[in-house]
C-alpha cells in the first residue's frame, strides 16, 4: 500500500513516521508513505498557495493550482483521493476497514480557513475525524494513516486488532498485566484460571457489560 500525504507542514509528520509501529511498518515494506509539501507546485512566483475569500471575510483560502497540480502529478487509475475537512464523512474502524482495500491513498490536507470549493472536485471522498475543528488536515491524516496501516497484514499481530473495540460493535474487553495485586486492585481470578472457555465468557461479557453502559448506541447496531 502506498499513502500520499498533501500539507504544507511536512515537519508536522517527522516524529510519527519515526516511531514505533509507523516506523517499523514502512522499514518493513508494508507501507510507503510520502509527504509531499504542494507549496512545491505553486506557478506564483512567490510560491503562494492561499489568497483572500471573494465576497470578503477573514482568512486566507487556499488556492485550487498548487493542489490539483500536486495530486494530478502522482493520482493513477488505483488512487483514492480523500480531502480531511470537518464536512466530511465521519470517520470510523468500519471505514478503516475499507481503506485498507486500497492500494493508493492521496490524503490532502486543508488549512488556514478553508480551501477553495472546487478542490472538493478532485477527492473520491471527504473525511472528518470528529465534530471539531482543528488548525488543519494534518492531525486527522495523522489519524487516518495510523489506524489504517496498523490493520495491514503483518503490521500488528492479526489478534490485536481482531478484537479491538468497535469490532463487533462492541468496546473491548479489560486486559491485566503484573502484578496480580496493586495496591489492593487484584486481577479477577478467571485470569489466572488457565481456563480458556471460562477467560473467553467473561471476556465476553465485560465487552458487553461497557458497551452497554458507555456506548449503547453502537450495541443497537449489532
Ligand atoms: N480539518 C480541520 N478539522 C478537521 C476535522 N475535524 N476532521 C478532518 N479534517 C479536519
Keep these: 500500500m502506498k499513502i500520499d500525504i498533501l500539507s ?24 510507503e508513505i510520502n509527504v509531499i509539501n504542494f507549496r512545491d507546485f505553486s506557478t506564483d512566483p512567490h510560491k503562494k498557495v492561499d489568497d483572500y475569500s471573494f465576497g470578503g471575510g477573514a482568512g486566507m483560502v487556499l ?21 480531511m475537512t470537518p464536512q ?7 471505514l478503516a476497514y475499507d481503506l485498507v482495500k486500497e492500494k493508493h491513498l492521496i490524503i490532502i490536507c486543508g488549512h488556514y480557513e478553508g480551501f477553495d470549493e472546487r478542490i472538493r472536485n478532485l ?9 471539531f475543528v482543528l488548525t488543519g488536515g494534518e492531525l486527522a ?8 496501516v496498523r490493520l495491514i497484514d503483518g503490521v500488528i499481530e ?3 486488532h481482531e478484537f479491538d473495540s468497535f469490532n463487533n460493535n462492541l468496546l473491548d474487553y479489560p486486559v491485566y498485566t503484573k502484578p496480580v495485586d496493586f495496591r489492593g486492585m487484584e486481577v479477577p481470578d478467571v485470569l489466572l484460571s488457565g481456563n480458556h472457555k ?16 458507555r456506548r449503547p448506541d453502537i450495541l443497537e447496531k449489532r
Design 63 to 83: 488556492m485550487p493550482q498548487p493542489i490539483y497540480d500536486a495530486v494530478e502529478s502522482i493520482r493513477t487509475k488505483d488512487s483514492k483521493v480523500i480531502l
Design 88 to 94: 466530511g464523512k465521519q470517520y470510523n474502524q468500519r
Design 8 to 31: 504544507i507542514f511536512p515537519n508536522m509528520f517527522n516524529e510519527f513516521l519515526t516511531t514505533s509501529i509507523i516506523k517499523r511498518a514502512i522499514q518493513d515494506n508494508k507501507v
Design 158 to 160: 492479526k489478534d490485536s
Design 198 to 213: 471460562n477467560i473467553n465468557e467473561w471476556r465476553y461479557n465485560k465487552a458487553l457489560e461497557k458497551t452497554r453502559e
Design 123 to 131: 477527492a473520491d471522498m471527504e473525511i472528518s475525524i470528529g465534530d
Design 141 to 148: 491524516s495523522m489519524v487516518i494513516t495510523d489506524s489504517v
